[in-house]
C-alpha cells in the first residue's frame, strides 16, 4: 500500500491465532480429529546410557491384547538413520545404545494403555559398559564428535606475554529444555498408492518429508507433512521432530493405518536434545582503563552421543565470543565432545548465548580487578569506527548501533542516578543488597550454513478477490503468519480479513529451510513479497485499460484501501480487477522466491561474512539479593532493542518480553541434573524450574529502537527471534555486583556458579563475606 494510514505495515496487530489460543479453539496435532482405525504409538527406549545389547526379544510382546505390530530396526525398509548432517543417529538402535531414552523399538497398539502392557512383556538384557558423561570424561577419553575449529587474529602470545593485566577462568554454562507447552507429536495418515499424509508439530517440514523418505525408502513425492502450527519450538523441533514423525510413518506404512506418536513431557524431556552445555578456558589482556588488548579461548560444547547439529552451534559459538566488542587479538578454538546423554540439539540462539557468556563474564572479572563499573569497561570496549569495527572472523560491521542504544538507555533507565541511590541502599542495609548492571548485544542474523538461506511462497488469488497465501515458514507462536499476512495485505492493498493463511505444506512450497536462525521474516518475507509483485505486474496490465492509464506509466497504479488507483485519480475495486482478470484470462496464481545474497563461511581459514546483517539490543537491570538465603529478585528491567523498522511492533516486543525471560531462566533457576548412571533427575515441572509469571521483573520497560530501518531486509525491519535472549545474561553482572556489596574490599573478584540458584548465590554470598 502507498497510503501509510491504510496498511497494516509497521503497524500494532495481534497475533493472527490469538484470540483461538487463548479460546483453546486452536488446533495442535494432538486435536486433530482421527477416525476409528487410528493407532498409537508408544516408543521403546534404553534403560541404561552405554552397552551392547545381548537379549531383545518382542514375539510375547506382540501378542499382547491390543497390539497391532512392534517394530525394530529389521523392519525398516530403507535407511536407518535419521541424523540431519552425520549420519551417525540411527532411528532405532540395532546392537548398540549410546544414551539412556535412545529408541530400540516402536509398540503399535489401540491405545496407550495397551502399549504400556506390552513395553512389560518386551525381554531385552545389555552388557552394559562404562558411559562418559561430563565434558571433562570426554576430553580426558578423547571423545570428539568433530574437528577443532579454529579462528586466529594477530600475535595472541605476545600480546599476553606482554600485557600488564592478565587473567585466566573458566566458564561452565549448563542445559536448558525447551519446554514447549506442545510436546513432540507426529500424525501419519497412509494414502491409496502408498502415499503419507503426516501432521508433524515441527519447524522443519521438508527435513521431516526428507527423513521419512529416507527411512521407508520412498520418494518425497509420495510425502505431504504438514504443520499447521506448533505450541512452541525454540529450535527443539528443528530436527529432533523428524523422528517421530518416521516412526509414526513406519507404523502408518506397516499397520496400513493411521499412526500417532505423542510424547507426555516425562518422555519428551528425557529422550528429546538440550541447549548444548559448554565448558570454556581463557586468558585475557586488558589495559588499566579496561580495554581489552587481547583473548585466548579454547570452549567445548557436550554435544551428546549423536552430532545432530553440534558443528554449526559450534560454530556460532565461536562467532560470538566477541558479541559487542571489538578485540584487536585473538584465538578462539573450539570442539564438540562426544558423550552418552541425549543428543544436544538448537535452543533458541544457536550457540550464540554460550559465546556471550564467556566475554561477559570476562568482563564482569575485569571490572571487578580494576574497580571499575562493568557497564563502563563495556561501553569502552564497544565496536566503532574502523579499524574497530572488523569482526574475529573479518567480516566489517557497517551498522552499529551500540553506541546509540547505550547512550539512548542510560538515560531512559536514569542508570546514574539509580546507581547512587543502590550505594546508599546497600550501605544501609547488611543483609539485603542491591546490583545494577548494563548488558548488550549483538548478533548475527542469518544461517551460518549459507545454502539454508532460501524461501518460497505461494499466493493464489480466486475470482471474488480473495487471497490464499502459502509461505514456507512455521507458526511456533512467535507471529510469523501474523507479519507474512501484514506483509500481503500490504502489497496488495487490501485488508487482512480478504486473506486466508493457509498450514504450511510441502506440496505448496517445497524445498524450504528450517524456521530458525531468526530468519523466518527475513526469507519468507521477502518471498512473499515477490510473488505479491509478479502478481501486481499482470494485474497493473489489466488495470491500465480499466483506469485510462498508458501501459507506460503502469507502475504508477497503486493498491491501496481494497482499491486499485490511477494517478490521473480513477478508481477500481481490488476485487472488480480480480474479475476483470480473470476474464481476460490472467493467471491469478504466482511463487515467489528469495535467497539472501553474499553469504559465505570458510572454515579451514576461519573467515568470512556469515551474517547478512547484525541486530543490537542493550538492557539494564536492578535485582535485589537476601543475604540470609541467596534468594534474588529483578526489580526492575529496562530493554532498548533494534528491530528495524517493525513489520508489526507489538508481535516483536512481545518477542524480546519472552527472549528475555528465558535468557533469564537459563541461567538462574533451570538447572539440569544427571545421574551418576546417565538418568535424568529433573525430568518434570516438580524437579526442573522454569521462570514463572512472579519471576517477571515488577517494572518491565521494553522499547524498540526508533528510526532505524535496515537496509537490504524485507521493508526495512529485523530479526527478532534470538537477540534479545542474550540480555537475560545481564543477570550475572547485575549479580556480581549485588554479591559484592557483601564485601567492602576494592577489587574482589566475585566467584559466581551458573545457574545463579539461590544456592549458588548464598554460596558466593558465604565465599564473599
Not at 538402535?93 to 513395553?119: D, F, M, P, T, W
Not at 524485507?714 to 556489596?741: T, Y
Request: charged letters at 20%; aromatic letters at 8%.
Amino acid at each position: 500500500m502507498t497510503d501509510e494510514q491504510a496498511s497494516p505495515l509497521h503497524q500494532h496487530s495481534i497475533h493472527e491465532s490469538g484470540y483461538r489460543h487463548t479460546t483453546g479453539e486452536a488446533i495442535y496435532v494432538d486435536d486433530i480429529s482421527t477416525n476409528r482405525h487410528t493407532l498409537v504409538g508408544l516408543i521403546f527406549v534404553s534403560p541404561i546410557a552405554k552397552g551392547q545389547l545381548a537379549k531383545f526379544n518382542v514375539d510375547r510382546a506382540k501378542k499382547a491384547e491390543g497390539i497391532h505390530a512392534i517394530l525394530t530396526a529389521k523392519d525398516i525398509p530403507g535407511i536407518n538413520d535419521i541424523a540431519p548432517v552425520a549420519h551417525d543417529e540411527p532411528l532405532l538402535a540395532k546392537s548398540e545404545v549410546q544414551c539412556v531414552g535412545q529408541h530400540l523399538a516402536l509398540i503399535v497398539g489401540k491405545s496407550l494403555k495397551y502399549c504400556r502392557n506390552a513395553a512389560k512383556l518386551i525381554e531385552i538384557d545389555f552388557k552394559e559398559e562404562k558411559p562418559v558423561l561430563t565434558i571433562a570424561q570426554a576430553i580426558a577419553q578423547d571423545s570428539y564428535l568433530t574437528p577443532p575449529h579454529i579462528i586466529r587474529r594477530g600475535d595472541i602470545d605476545k600480546i599476553l606475554a606482554d600485557a600488564k593485566h592478565v587473567l585466566e577462568g573458566t566458564v561452565s554454562t549448563g542445559g536448558q529444555d525447551h519446554f514447549y507447552l506442545e510436546s513432540q507429536a507426529a500424525l501419519a495418515i497412509p494414502d491409496e498408492q502408498g502415499t503419507l499424509h503426516i501432521h508433524s508439530s515441527t519447524q522443519h517440514p521438508s527435513e521431516v518429508q526428507a527423513k521419512v523418505g529416507e527411512v521407508l525408502g520412498i520418494p518425497r513425492e509420495r510425502i505431504v507433512v504438514e504443520t499447521r502450527r506448533m505450541g512452541g519450538g525454540f529450535g527443539g523441533k528443528e530436527t529432533q521432530a523428524a523422528p517421530v514423525a518416521a516412526l509414526a510413518a513406519l507404523g502408518a506404512v506397516v499397520t496400513k493405518c493411521p499412526v500417532k506418536v505423542w510424547f507426555n513431557r516425562d518422555q519428551d524431556m528425557t529422550q528429546t536434545g538440550k541447549r548444548h552445555p559448554f565448558y570454556s578456558e581463557y586468558e585475557v589482556a586488558f589495559t588499566d582503563e579496561g580495554i581489552i588488548q587481547g583473548l585466548k579461548v579454547k570452549t567445548f560444547a557436550d554435544g551428546g552421543w549423536s552430532c545432530d547439529l553440534s558443528q554449526a552451534i559450534l560454530d556460532r559459538c565461536l562467532f560470538h565470543l566477541d558479541n559487542s566488542y571489538y578485540i584487536p587479538s585473538l584465538e578462539f578454538i573450539g570442539r564438540v565432545v562426544k558423550t552418552n546423554l541425549v543428543s544436544n540439539t538448537a535452543f533458541r540462539g544457536f550457540g550464540g548465548p554460550q559465546g556471550v557468556v564467556v566475554i561477559e563474564e570476562i568482563i564482569n572479572r575485569i571490572g571487578q580487578t580494576l574497580n571499575l563499573d562493568s557497564t563502563l569497561v563495556r561501553q569502552r570496549n564497544f565496536y566503532g569506527e574502523a579499524p574497530r569495527n572488523i569482526t574475529p572472523y573479518g567480516q566489517i560491521i557497517e551498522d552499529c548501533r551500540l553506541q546509540r542504544i547505550f547512550q539512548e538507555l542510560m538515560e531512559s533507565s536514569s542508570y546514574a542516578q539509580r546507581q547512587n541511590s543502590i550505594q546508599e541502599f546497600n550501605d544501609d542495609n547488611a543483609w539485603v543488597k542491591r546490583g545494577i548492571a548494563f548488558q548488550p548485544v549483538k548478533f548475527g542474523i542469518s544461517f551460518t550454513h549459507s545454502v539454508l538461506n532460501q524461501a518460497g511462497a505461494l499466493v493464489l488469488i480466486y475470482s471474488d478477490g480473495s487471497i490464499q497465501l502459502n509461505h514456507g515458514g512455521t507458526e511456533m507462536g512467535q507471529g510469523l503468519h501474523t507479519k507474512m499476512l501484514t506483509i500481503c495485505a500490504h502489497e496488495f492493498g487490501v485488508s487482512k480479513d480478504r486473506i486466508r493463511l493457509m498450514d504450511t505444506a510441502t506440496d505448496k512450497v517445497p524445498n524450504t529451510s528450517a524456521t530458525a536462525a531468526s530468519s523466518g521474516s527475513d526469507l519468507n518475507g521477502q518471498a512473499v513479497r515477490e510473488a505479491c509483485k509478479t502478481l501486481k505486474s499482470r494485474l497493473r496490465k489489466v488495470a491500465s485499460a480499466i483506469l485510462d492509464v498508458d501501459t507506460s506509466h503502469a507502475e504508477e497504479i497503486t493498491f491501496v484501501n481494497n482499491q486499485v488507483r490511477a494517478p490521473n485519480g480513477n478508481t477500481v475495486e481490488f476485487s472488480d480487477l480480480i474479475q476483470t482478470a480473470y476474464n481476460s484470462q490472467v493467471s491469478l496464481s504466482a511463487t515467489g522466491y528469495y535467497a539472501t545474497p553474499n553469504i559465505f563461511y570458510d572454515r579451514d581459514k576461519g573467515a568470512g561474512k556469515p551474517f547478512h546483517y547484525f541486530a543490537y539490543g542493550g538492557a539494564v537491570l536492578e535485582v535485589e539479593v537476601s543475604g540470609f538465603t541467596g534468594e534474588y529478585k529483578l526489580r526492575r528491567v529496562d530493554i532498548l532493542h533494534d528491530v528495524g523498522d517493525s513489520l508489526v511492533p507489538s508481535i516483536d516486543r512481545g518477542q524480546v518480553e519472552g527472549a528475555f525471560i528465558q535468557g533469564f531462566g537459563w541461567l538462574s533457576c533451570e538447572e539440569m541434573v544427571w545421574s551418576d548412571s546417565g538418568h535424568l533427575k529433573t525430568y518434570s515441572p516438580d524437579t526442573y524450574k522454569i521462570p514463572a509469571f512472579s519471576d517477571a521483573p515488577e517494572a518491565f520497560h521494553v522499547q524498540l529502537l526508533e528510526r532505524a530501518p535496515q537496509h537490504n531486509v524485507i521493508h526495512g525491519s529485523k530479526a527478532v527471534g534470538e537477540p534479545p535472549f542474550m540480555l537475560g545474561i545481564g543477570i550475572l553482572a547485575a549479580l556480581r555486583k549485588a554479591i559484592a556489596g557483601f564485601n567492602s574490599s576494592s577489587g574482589f573478584d566475585t566467584e559466581l556458579k551458573i545457574p545463579c540458584t539461590a544456592e549458588s548465590v548464598l554460596r558466593s554470598i558465604e565465599r564473599t563475606r
